[in-house]
DNA sequence: CTTGGAATGTCAACAAGGCTGACATAAAGT
DNA sequence: ACTTTATGTCAGCCTTGTTGACATTCCAAG
């Protein structure tokens, strides 16, 4: 309506841009992430923790060390409520804090073994559904897919993910 | 660990399913998730709404006359999650409840004309943020974006959004 | 050395949106 | 006619997000 994306295609073939083929991606997206987070939920469900706790054990794992601070940026929420769920996992011994060395006000963030081993749990469960999917779909699938989510992420949020990919082995 | 992703690749290059390319397909969901739920948020925010409000109206847009429960399995939400919903939704006269002609149990969902403007505002801004990823990305990755996110999906969740699709003109 | 600002943590109150349980009513089956 | 099933509603609880206020602790600038 406002933007015409359903008029006609120019010259080239433009009909992935139409307003039914967007919406279809957007149910798409819908419809994916449940899956994507189906397996981890059941999973937290046992352990009576919450998709919050799953965020900030996936992260803590990828940057060990890493400060509440910064967690904070990545995960966009408010510190109260970051602070709730690490107040959680470290009284559970999930997650230990510790006061920065050089900068005392800061708290480093580790997992412990037994963080370690819920992670582990999490991770392994919905890596094999990304697996299953990857496998299906192939390479070059998969290569249009990372490149759409990327183009789909606020610029911000992009980078933080290259900071998180670049930081990688 | 458990299923040895990261092992050596065999014959053929799969590369592309390592647990550290899982991963980071995993992170990029995350993130463009948010991109993709930040825009209708914002004017949700606006109108006193939330997600919830969004995607009830997104599927009785998409499928006019649905009965309520059928919006329950499309959403995997409890009826009384929902109700509160769509209570909210009626009272505020964005959408009208018409009870069943034939089975008379049934209430038949539609959205009134303020319902579609509210409807139009958001899918116009999810779609401009879409259609924007969609052209960067172009044809190719598209296709692969999409082939990802079905096979993502649970079965059942599959088979609605095929329902969906092929509900269209 | 003092002070301002930044990082962290805590307490309290509140809202959105999940959930379960209890229940009313209409339709369908026996 | 009575029971069962499907559907929708109401009430109450929980997680996890939000703001606001405030204490603490420390670095760094004046």
Known sequence: MAEGGSGSPGGESLLFLTDEQLRQGIEAMFFAYRGFTADPDR???????????????????RSPGTTVNNLLNILGVTKQSLNRVLRALIGDGLVESRVGTRD??????????????????????????????????????????????????????????????????
């Open 104 to 169: 005392k006000r800061e708290r480093h963030l580790y997992l412990t073994e037994a963080g370690d081993a819920l992670e582990a749990e999490l991770s392994i469960a919905q890596r094999a559904r990304m697996r299953a999917a990857y496998r299906l779909a192939g390479p070059e699938a998969v290569r249009g897919f990372r490149t759409v989510l990327e183009s789909m992420m606020d610029p911000e949020m992009r980078n933080r993910f290259h900071a998180l990919k670049d930081a990688a082995p």
């Open 43 to 61: 999973i937290l469900a046992e352990h009576a923790y919450g998709r919050a706790h799953h965020r900030a054990i996936h992260f803590i794992n």
